[in-house]
């Protein structure tokens, strides 16, 4: 089953219109680029992709992927291709075994039109730069690796990140990064459409931080039991942050969702 559920706020076109609307076959890359295109605008704007089961876990053995779909891979690289930059918790680096993005001919139209490069930059938030910095995401992305870090970031390993390749860009006066001034130098860099894919712990750093934009939550049709984390950790807000739903797709049995900050 393949259908648009209906919401009180649509802000995106709906990749369900068409002539060929509930015919059951998957959604075109077109039709969720559409459907998940950033704001027109100068201004900074932070979006998360996360999944999580029916009973709240973000992960299954440390990973994603087992909560994941077909389809909730075909939005991940939507995403992905209309980010300018994704922004990761070295944590999520290290477990998920990230790697460059790359360039992908669906979205080189669509990048090309917007200006962007063939490819998202990818940027790792670390306090500690424990990275294998000598891993392809460092020695060969498209584009340069950036690693976002705090002034007080052990020299050595400051060093060792710029020999393999990367970028580093302070955003925090101490060791850590500040959520905020992440955000800011990045659009600095002209890198507006920002992308966060957790993990749960840097997630939950953007939402203290009141920097959270929209959230594409997918919610898996499993149920996990144990102690897994949820999408979001760290420290709480005072009074919890509200969203309002901008849309809600279904595909056999997962859900699809996207919200904005109120």
Known sequence: MRRLLPVTDMTAPEPAAGPAAGAGREW?????????????????????????????????????????SETDMRIFGTLRGLADVIVVGAETVRLEG?????????????????????????????????????????????????????AGAPADRVAAARAAGAEVLVAGDGAGVDPARAVAALAARGLRRQLTEGGPRLLGQFVAAGVLDELCLTVSPTMTAGDAQRIAGGPSVAVPTRFSVASVLEQDGFLFTRYRRI
């Open 28 to 68: 075109s890359l077109d039709e969720l680029a559409d459907a998940y295109a950033y704001p027109e605008g100068d201004s900074a704007w932070l979006r998360a992709n996360m999944v999580s089961s029916l009973d709240g876990a973000g992960q299954h053995d440390g990973r994603s992927q087992p909560l994941s």
């Open 98 to 150: 990230y790697r460059p993005a790359r360039a992908r001919e669906a979205f080189a139209a669509r990048r090309a039109a917007a200006g962007q490069g063939e490819a998202p930059v990818i940027a790792v938030v670390t306090a500690s730069l424990d990275l294998d910095f000598s891993l392809p995401l460092f020695i060969s992305p498209l584009v340069p690796t950036l690693i976002l870090t705090g």
